[in-house]
Structures are given as structure tokens and as C-alpha cells.
């Protein structure tokens, strides 16, 4: 009879075991962030891009006058926001040069070529999801092994600058690019620490 009962207990915590690994698992899923950001993921982009400059060189001399113009790869979704921020601080950091912007005759024409500029996100899971059960009053909350989210800001452009009169090229330094991020770990439902490089460090 004892060892009946030994049996029966081993067997389901064998079918217990077997239930949690079904039922749980690891996901690994990576996106694109859009719509509202909250702001470390603002952080995370707009850093990424004064990074990449801090790389970028203008040949022009101060006092030469310059028109910039913009051209952005093609893009899903509504990204006119994002375009018009990023041609605002690429215009200040020119005029900063000593260069001047926007004369009606100007000595040369730059065209800034923006790669990319974005924000991505990967999440890592490996626990048991929330359960929810018609047969069950009351859900099982997430539980959670290991996790971490990541989210990065990525920025990379190039300027071409052209003589405005005759439309030759003068000078086209490479790219220029910078990453910025920032993770969240989760460990055993309750230890939880973050890791990033964006300056300041955002509140946990």
C-alpha cells in the first residue's frame, strides 16, 4: 500500500512537471517602438543622435552660407514627428559650425542622408504566463524565472556637400552612427535591476 501511495505521489509530481514545462517555456520577441514614449525611450533616441554627431565634420568654413536638405529612407506608419525633431537638431548642430543656414543665394548645398533613426525592442521571457481558466475562478499570476527587456536608440547619417552653383561634389565623409541603451532584468518574480548608458540615469 506504501508504496502505492510512493507511486502515485511521484507520478504527479511527474504530470505536475510536465504541466509547468507545457504550460511555460521561453520567448524571445523583438519589435519596433512606436506610438507615445515614455521619456527614457525619448532618451534613447534623442541621445543616439547628438552621440552619432559627436563624430560628424562639416567642411565648410564658418561665415559660408549653406542649405540643408534632408533625405530619409522609406518608413511605415506615422513617422513625421520623429523627422522633423531630428532635421531640427541636425540644423542647430550645423549652425553651431559658424556655418550660416538658410541665405537665399548659398555657396553650397549639404544633404544629409539619415540611414536610420529609431528605437527597437527585445524582450526575453522564460517562466509561465498568466493563466486564465473558464473552468477556474481565479487566474495564476505570470511567474517569472528570468526576463529582460532592452530597448536601444539607433542613429546613423551621412552629409554630402555640394557647390550650389555648379553641383559638384565637394567632400562626402563617411557615416557616422551611436547606440544608446538601456535593459531591465528580472530575476525569481522579485529581484529586478536595470543596466543602461543614457546620462543621467533614468529612476528605476
Known sequence: MRLYRRGRRRLLCLLAAAALL??????TKASSVGGP??????LLLTQSLFRSLEDAAVPIRPGDSVAVEFAWPPSHGDFSTD??????????WVARQGVIIGKDSPAYRMRVLMHAFGLDKKE???GIPQINSGFWP??????TFYSTVRHRGY???????YDEETGRLIASPSAVDATVYHERYTLLFIISWTSTDLMPQPLN
Not at 514614449?37 to 525619448?42: F, G, T, V
Open 138 to 143: 481565479i487566474a495564476v499570476p505570470e511567474l
Open 83 to 92: 523627422k522633423l525633431f531630428a532635421e531640427a537638431v541636425v540644423k542647430s
Open 37 to 42: 514614449r515614455i521619456p527614457y525611450e525619448q
Open 155 to 161: 542613429s546613423r547619417l551621412s552629409m554630402d556637400l
Open 22 to 27: 507545457d504550460v511555460g517555456g521561453c520567448n
Open 124 to 126: 526575453v521571457f522564460v
